[in-house]
């Protein structure tokens, strides 16, 4: 797809809808008909979850993400920390080693300056236990009514390694599928803070910072083809990316991907399947199977990768799509999230 | 001040005031008493409006800025074209060639998409005309109520070249005192496309990227001692703070400084002093006396330095403060904004 931009009619939905910020069909529909067209260059068209810039032999990411997380405050994390990951994670998923950190703040009118003490001081935090700095940062206040409490962009500088070379585009056939961790945490738990639901098991969010995961899984080899953090959208709608952009098949099984039996079980309640719901300290990659084993065994001696598994392999078959083998035996098409599940839960 | 940060206390103000995000000093107060202890770094404590960062042998800028402008379509620009500049000027005002930005949104469900493509379109002109292209972004939405319909955050990377080191800290005493131009159109044009006031003259926002006219200076000399884009908060702040970096003495001679007569009459019927209004398209230099003349002359042949003026000069007397000769003879100290003056004006 890179290079090229094929502008797609909105439909008749003609305002913003909470469906646009969801990670899924929508919010690719935005992208596409608003964005791309208007802002039409090469780098933003290979649609990674980062930029990379050369300047002369070094290669530098860049990356902004806004969050909108409501609750600002959830079990596992807050608004604060969860800015911090986001944009460590979107630089450490195409192997960059995060540099520095901005962080611009529009607060509301009213908002409990002891609460965005809180705040700061988790993303001082977070960003120390990183390894990274917030070198620069904005504030605007906006009326009473015209925000909720606090939203905060982070953009993130990094650099790429010489060698590494990852990329959406670059998953092969053959490829392993490795997964950091079990599913669906993240969101739960903000949908459990949100609502107030009393669920078993008490399930946190796995916001973390993945780059120590990568710097591991890297010093095994620089051969690693693809590597995303599967946030908004969950797990489905970031596979279905990545076998849209390598134009590959990608065949899954069912019984391998771990999820948390809380998060299991809160689905099951809810109506939720744990493929689309949020991570925010997880991470996919597409490894060439001769790598594979000795990728998970270095991810599972990191903290952050203790059931990392392999969920799957890309197939040269099926260009685009995602089938899954079901622990029943059967196999289905696994679809990204078409509106919106979980808003607001990044 | 560099290197210590003295924590504020913050009186008997337990809650953000939309004078917190005047750029004045309640924001001075937010940034002192909150973030700077938390992110405690010396890049951050600078207190520049860009961080500059060494990879290798070249310096990078790199700078963020949230906008929450209301209204978002005004007489110069919009919410879209403001950001772009407004970044872009951060990294020009330490000499930088801007190179990259990114684009994250906030957009409040129910947002018409039109408004949103017309946005869009003019980052892409300012950005195409300041010669930067926006290379990754975000997107998220929030329900209806809890957003001004579109928030957005853009951050640069900028190359800073050999040979050029500005600071607010650097001014000296000796220097002149340059301002690219006439001050307070950007405010005022805010405030009447907001409240719908009928002013003569029909006063444009001067919203414009200055990384071209920063180039020609730089050509005349590299000895330019400091930068700054006089935004909220207005010239008087911005001359404050580089009294208060540098510990030095600023004089300015009101007769010098351009107001256009538009400005002037809406700042005597409004009881605003334009000094304390915003501007999005001008810059002030401290030039070392000897270079002042050149590169008055070389601002003047840019289309955007066209009223470029010697101002002022810095004392070495007084550190830390401002003061004025005004057209009648009598000299006023100047002060920076109490509170806030014109909310989300940027």
Do not use: W
């Not at 260059?41 to 902004?64: H, K």
């Not at 585009?169 to 903000?190: C, K, T, W």
């Amino acid at each position: 797809m890179t290079g090229f931009v094929c502008p797609v009619p909105l439909h008749s939905t003609e305002t913003v809808l909470l469906g646009h910020g969801s990670g899924g069909k929508l919010s690719s529909d935005l992208l596409h008909s608003v964005f791309l067209p208007a802002f039409a260059n090469p780098v933003l068209e290979r649609l990674e979850d980062q930029a990379v810039l050369e300047f002369g032999s070094a290669r530098l990411a860049f990356t902004t993400d806004s969050f909108v997380a409501k609750p600002l405050f959830f079990r596992g994390g807050d608004i604060g920390s969860l800015a911090v990951h986001g944009t460590v994670n979107d630089l450490a998923m195409c192997g960059a080693r995060p540099v520095a950190l901005s962080a611009a703040f529009i607060l509301e009118e009213g908002f409990p300056l002891s609460d965005l003490r809180r705040i700061a001081d988790s993303m001082a935090r977070a960003a120390s236990i990183a390894g990274v700095t917030i070198v620069t940062g904005d504030t605007k206040v906006v009326e009473h009514g015209s925000g909720d409490g606090v939203y905060v962009t982070t953009t993130g500088i990094g650099v790429v390694p010489p060698g590494v070379n990852l990329s959406a585009a670059h998953a092969r056939p053959g490829d392993a599928i490795v997964l950091s961790g079990a599913i669906g945490d993240h969101g739960i738990a903000m949908l459990s803070a949100r609502e107030g639901l009393e669920l078993d098991g008490e399930i946190a969010s796995d916001s973390a910072p993945l780059n120590g995961l990568v710097e591991a899984m890297l010093a095994v080899t620089h051969e690693v083809h693809a590597m995303r953090d599967p946030t908004r959208g969950g797990l489905a709608s970031t596979l279905n990316e990545i076998a849209r952009e390598s134009r590959v098949g990608i065949v899954l099984r069912e019984d391998a991907i771990p999820v948390h039996a809380g998060v299991r079980g809160a689905c099951e309640v809810l109506g939720l399947d744990p493929l689309h719901v949020a991570n925010e300290g997880k991470l996919v990659a597409f490894v060439p199977m001769q790598h594979a084993a000795g990728v998970v065994k270095a991810m599972r001696r990191h903290p952050l990768g203790a059931e990392a598994a392999i969920i799957g392999r890309v197939a040269d078959c099926d260009p685009g799509m995602v089938t899954m083998r079901t622990v029943f035996g059967t196999t289905r098409i696994v679809d990204v999230l078409p509106g919106d599940q979980l808003p607001r839960i990044c």
